[in-house]
């Protein structure tokens, strides 16, 4: 059964009428609400400070209700407004109230008045923007104070001269454009047409807008690196101007050091006896930062750090690992695509953001790659302080092929690196998805790694592979999979699963929902995911050190989630699910190789393209007329296959015999087949697995308990019918035990 979070909900429109504010503001009508809706509202909307990592006291919210306008992109300013938005909810969501598309053809204006602080001598006024999408042009009492483009990264103007010697209300308007997928910038999942894996567009401001009085010198930024080898956490201070910097480091209210240097240099403070940051125990470590000049004290902020390291290296066995802390860990989490079904990019509300995170760890898992999509500070914070590690996508486009677009491509990549450093939780990059806007991915790679040497970089994820980087990542759907161990990376698997079920009422839309495969209740869909976290075992033993299961929630219209789209219904079982999910921390079950598979090409089978007798796959039978052949057997040219004996008929039948010297008392048999495409096979004579379709790549299948008892001492045989109907055509086989090694003490 489904497991409920809480009671359903009323229906949307009750929902809000029940909380309604003074104001006429109301949510737009929508397919689908999360509970954290009803929580929000024109006076109460994320509240909460937004830029945990560079914390001052004094700064004033600006989101809530402003006017808006959409017009043809040609025309200037508005003259009328069309009604009222919630900033910072994107106008196509329901929680801006608008629920409305623009165009490329369009601008979208935003107007509001703030009264600001008075402001004290030489005193700065700063208008941050946590993100705006895409290209965003801002005025101040009529002035234009800036230009940004880039849809995911913060950024900054210094309104005061706008403001100058103006008494009462300022004025601020935004006038936003946004190509969305008719142009080249990165949009991620972003489409006019939602379809299949691609959502609704996300236009306009859809992060926390602030201002904050700051002095003429002030601190501008934080750059933070830990070194746990040497026991020491390297700070350095960037200002607007010349100023001295003190830096204090605290565990909980215990000052551990402190130590003054000059802003713009970086500033080493030992740590001894280093708590360590991990999923396991995330600890951080406080900052407290000074600037004075003269002696005088001129700006303050607070910050946190995690004492942690992430790296690349071979363990005893020479597979190349992901190792934390100097400590192999294998990672795994799921595709976090961070939509919501109400506020689109943008979470209701921070506990919302908070409940995604701890629900991943609740599912057994470490890690969670950040698909396609940069997310507010706050999103990290938690993942900093629940401990969870990140893989961060940089945001996608469908081309990068002028110069321009490459260009700025790297501009806003760039900004991502250097805007997410300082949170430990972020452990690798990932400059580009499955060939999406994928370019110059050897020099990509060795530029990010150039950029930050501190953190490995997984040049691409999925298909084309450039050879480069730190990690060589495949997909595999439903999988699980892994490439070939490598002299200089390590192999992931950066996505599989993709495991399929609607939950009626908590579905974007009532009919034609999709998955990558379906199924039609919670115990077939846990069974299926247990069965899958079950192969991947074995696969950790041959070099795998991470995967990624599609996926953390449903979106849209993909249903393939571990939750619904509402956060209401966990879809499959909890604990079984987790218990599978913990499995993968332990040591790997020992593999004995009794019939090989995987391209090896030494392995000879008999076989015959002509239809045998009856009882030919019962080990007593008389094969010595069949022809003989390397494995594997199929076709040029079909994909991930290497055919070293030619089979373009539309069956193949196959056998072969093999040797087994001695039985562990207590094993489970592992089939590890490639086929394309349908296939059957037999051990000593009994069918043990029939398989349908075809698939890209091997996969490992764990056979039951009932399969296993076929196994005897001395001879044995496996035989395989292949049949195949149209494209390329490929089998190969391989059989092993596995027997469960003792974990680690």
């Known amino acids: 059964m489904f497991q409920i979070l809480r009671h359903p909900m009323?229906?949307?429109v009750t929902f809000f009428l029940a909380s309604a504010e003074v104001s006429a503001w109301q949510p737009a009508a929508g397919p689908l609400a999360s509970r954290w809706a009803r929580e929000v509202s024109p006076t109460n909307v994320l509240p909460e400070y937004p830029r945990p990592q560079l914390?001052?006291?004094?700064?004033?919210?600006?989101?809530?209700?402003?006017?808006?306008?959409?017009?043809?992109?040609?025309?200037?300013?508005?003259?009328s407004w069309d009604g009222d938005i919630l900033v910072p909810f994107a106008i196509e969501s329901t929680l801006s109230g608008v629920k409305k598309a623009v165009q490329p053809t369009?601008?979208?204006?935003?107007?509001?008045?703030?009264?600001?602080?008075v402001l004290a001598k030489k005193d700065r006024l700063l208008l941050h923007f946590g993100a705006v999408d895409w290209e965003c042009r801002v005025w101040v009492n009529g002035k234009e104070v800036g230009l940004h483009t880039g849809g995911y990264d913060s950024f900054t103007f210094d309104i005061s001269e706008a403001i100058g010697n103006h008494t009462g209300e300022s004025e601020l308007v935004v006038a936003v454009s946004d190509p969305t997928d008719t142009g080249t910038q990165p949009r991620g999942k972003q489409v006019l047409k939602p379809h299949g894996i691609y959502y609704t567009a996300v236009t306009g401001i859809w992060q926390t807008v602030w201002l904050e009085p700051v002095p003429a010198t002030h601190i501008r930024s934080l750059h933070i690196v830990p070194d746990i080898d040497r026991g020491l956490v390297r700070v350095k201070v960037e200002a607007t101007g010349d100023a001295a910097a003190q830096v204090e480091v605290l565990d909980g209210k215990n000052l551990v050091v402190e130590k003054q240097g000059r802003a713009g240099?970086?500033?080493?403070?030992?740590?001894?006896?280093?708590?360590?940051?991990?999923?396991?125990?995330?600890?951080?470590?406080?900052?407290?930062?000074?600037?004075s000049q003269a002696g005088k004290p001129i700006d303050a902020v607070s910050s946190y750090f995690g004492m942690r390291k992430i790296e690349v290296r071979k363990d005893s066995e020479g597979f190349n690992r992901l190792w934390l802390n100097n400590k192999v860990v294998f990672q795994y989490g799921p595709l976090d695509q961070g939509w919501w079904p109400d506020g689109l990019y943008t979470a209701p509300t921070d506990a919302a953001l908070k409940f995604d995170i701890e629900f991943t760890k609740r599912f057994g898992m470490n890690m969670a790659r950040k698909h396609v999509k940069i997310e507010p500070d706050r999103w990290y914070y938690w993942c900093d302080k629940l401990g969870l590690l990140v893989w961060q996508d940089m945001p996608s486009g469908e081309a990068h092929q002028?110069?321009?677009?490459?260009?700025?491509?790297?501009?806003?990549?760039?900004?991502?690196?250097?805007?997410?450093?300082?949170?430990?939780?972020i452990v690798m990059w990932v400059p580009f998805n499955e060939g999406w806007g994928q370019h110059d991915t050897a020099e990509v790679a060795a530029w990010v790694k150039q950029l930050d040497p501190t953190r490995p970089v997984n040049e691409s994820s999925g298909w084309n592979d450039a050879g480069s980087g730190d990690i060589s990542d495949m997909h595999n759907y439903p999988g699980p999979g892994t490439r070939k161990p490598e002299w200089h990376r390590a192999c992931v698997l950066g996505e599989f699963g993709g495991l399929g079920l609607p939950v009626s009422g908590h579905t974007w839309q009532k009919e034609k929902n999709w998955g990558y495969v379906s199924y039609a209740n919670s115990k077939e869909l846990t069974d299926a995911y247990v069965d899958l976290?079950?192969?991947?075992?074995?696969?950790?033993?041959?070099?795998?050190?991470?995967?990624?299961?599609t996926q953390t929630t449903d979106c849209e219209i993909e249903v393939n989630g571990l939750i619904t789209y509402d956060r209401e219904q966990v879809k499959m079982d909890e604990p079984r699910s987790s218990e599978a999910a913990r499995k993968l921390y332990l040591s790997p079950p020992t593999e004995f190789v009794l019939a090989a598979a995987n391209n090896d090409?030494?392995?000879m089978w008999r076989f015959?393209?002509?239809?045998?007798?009856?009882?030919?796959?019962?080990?007593?039978?008389?094969?010595?007329?069949?022809?003989?052949?390397?494995?594997?057997f199929g076709t040029n040219g079909t994909p991930h296959a290497s055919v070293r004996t030619e089979w373009n008929t539309p069956e193949i039948w196959l056998r072969r015999t093999f040797q087994v010297d001695t039985l562990p008392n207590e094993f489970q048999l592992l089939l590890t087949i490639h086929h394309d495409e349908d296939a059957e096979v037999y051990l000593n004579g009994t069918l043990v697995r029939t398989l349908k379709g075809h698939t890209q790549h091997y996969q490992p299948i764990l056979l039951d308990t009932a399969a296993s008892k076929l196994l005897r001492k001395g001879n044995n045989s496996i035989a395989v019918h292949c049949r195949q109907t149209t494209g390329g055509q490929y089998i190969d086989v391989g059989l092993s035990a596995l027997v469960e090694t003792p974990a680690p003490q």
């Open 402 to 425: 002028s110069p321009a677009s490459q260009a700025n491509y790297r501009r806003e990549l760039q900004a991502m690196i250097v805007g997410c450093w300082n949170h430990p939780s």
């Open 55 to 79: 914390v001052r006291k004094a700064w004033t919210n600006l989101n809530g209700l402003w006017q808006y306008a959409v017009r043809p992109a040609q025309e200037g300013q508005p003259k």
């Open 533 to 549: 976290l079950a192969r991947m075992r074995p696969l950790i033993r041959q070099g795998l050190s991470a995967a990624v299961y």
């Open 106 to 117: 369009e601008r979208l204006w935003y107007r509001r008045t703030f009264t600001p602080a």
């Open 601 to 603: 090409g030494r392995q």
């Open 10 to 12: 009323m229906a949307i």
């Open 608 to 632: 015959t393209l002509t239809r045998p007798a009856d009882r030919w796959e019962q080990a007593d039978f008389d094969d010595h007329e069949w022809n003989t052949g390397r494995s594997g």
């Open 265 to 291: 240099q970086e500033i080493e403070l030992p740590i001894p006896g280093a708590k360590l940051w991990s999923p396991d125990d995330p600890h951080l470590y406080d900052l407290r930062v000074r600037l």
